[in-house]
């Protein structure tokens, strides 16, 4: 289904708008289809992706306000694909020249903080933010799905990389992500339900597979625009992904450095083990809402066997069967 958006009522700042438009948005909003989700707020049909309704308004504000730059990094992808991960990378990357590992932010800051995203805190915190003092290239990220981007960022020479991961992996890191969130289980949610709403596409910011086709074929069609990644060729070769994603982004590594083992040192920084052990990401709330310590579990390939019984896993990959069959994409699923 296609929702639209009168520009009138597409954005409110809080001191100046008129109750009359508050009252249309509410209308328009509350005319939306919505779905029960872990989240207390559910989601919401909005441009054919199921939007957390707690961050619609900034979604829209993200679309109707941010304007790229060509220098802009934007991290992309659907929840529970290793979002964490890249952006301590992508930060460590970029900064590498600035701060070294025992003082880089990392240390001190969750990398959502560092790299964030859009429509959680940038548009979140203030409806229409000042991101021009921001220092070059600014770093971002998203779990919108390419569709549905502002057109500022596909016009814009600025990059996209894309992070994407197995689906029944995906699907188990977010049921326990979920029971951070919310005591899922005696909230009468079974991992069942879970896998259902998952291959009928409603959840967060899915379908999963309209959303990872949709930056997929842009990669394929506009590869110096988007980076196309999986999260299992991350584990098995950071060493090369990390080159290559630094490369994209225009940040190769020197001879020096490759030789001076920098690209080791940050893979090492940014592994699963060194970030759970920090103090900032045992403790704390990101967003006032996400406990820091959610966002690091496993960080396996193939985790999805300890939890899906054979009736879920049928449904899953008949959905990945039918969803991803002719896209050329195909996903790896154990070690
Ligand atoms: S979110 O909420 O969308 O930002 O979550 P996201 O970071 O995409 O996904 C969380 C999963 O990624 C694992 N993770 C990592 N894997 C490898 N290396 C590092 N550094 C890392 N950091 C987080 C995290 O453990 C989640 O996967 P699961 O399978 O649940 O362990």
Redesign the pocket.
């Given at each position: 289904m296609e929702n639209s958006l009168s520009p009138s009522v597409a954005f409110f700042p809080s001191s100046s708008v008129l109750e009359e438009q508050r009252q249309e948005f509410r209308e328009w909003l509350a005319s939306l289809p919505k779905e029960k989700s872990f989240a207390p707020s559910g989601s919401t049909l909005y441009q054919n992706f199921w939007c957390p309704t707690m961050f619609l308004e900034n979604v829209i504000s993200f679309q109707k306000h941010f304007h790229a730059h060509d220098q802009d990094i934007i991290l992309a992808?659907k929840?529970?694909?290793?979002?964490?991960?890249l952006k301590?990378i992508i930060f460590s990357t970029v900064n590498r020249a600035q701060f070294t590992l025992s003082n880089t932010p990392l240390l001190t800051k969750v990398s959502?903080e560092l790299v964030p995203f859009f429509e959680v805190t940038v548009y979140g915190n203030n409806k229409i933010p000042d991101l021009t003092t921001m220092s070059t290239p600014r770093l971002f990220s998203t779990?919108v799905p390419y569709a549905s981007l502002p057109k500022s960022i596909k016009e814009s020479k600025c990059r996209i990389v894309y992070v994407c991961r197995n689906p029944l992996?995906t699907l188990?890191?977010l049921w326990?992500?979920a029971s951070h969130l919310s005591d899922i289980r005696s909230s009468g949610w079974t991992l069942e339900e879970f896998v259902g709403k998952f291959c009928d596409g409603k959840e967060g910011f899915g379908p999963f597979w309209s959303h990872v086709l949709g930056y997929w074929k842009e990669s394929t069609e506009n590869p110096e625009k988007v980076l196309f990644l999986k999260y299992e060729d991350l584990k098995e070769d950071i060493i090369y992904q990390i080159k290559r994603l630094a490369e994209f982004i225009g940040f190769p590594f020197s001879q020096e450095e490759l030789r001076q083992g920098v690209v080791e040192d940050i893979s090492k920084l940014?592994?699963?083990n060194a970030?759970k052990d920090l103090e900032v990401n045992k403790n704390g709330t990101h967003a006032s809402f996400f406990p820091n310590k959610s966002?690091?579990?496993?960080?396996?390939v193939g985790?999805w066997v300890n939890h899906l019984s054979p009736s879920m896993l049928e449904r899953l990959n008949k959905m990945i069967e039918e969803k991803f069959k002719d896209s050329g994409l195909s996903f790896k699923v154990s070690c």
């Open positions: 992808s929840p529970k694909s290793g979002t964490t991960w301590a959502h779990h992996d188990v890191s326990h992500f940014c592994s699963l970030l966002f690091y579990r496993k960080g396996e985790d």
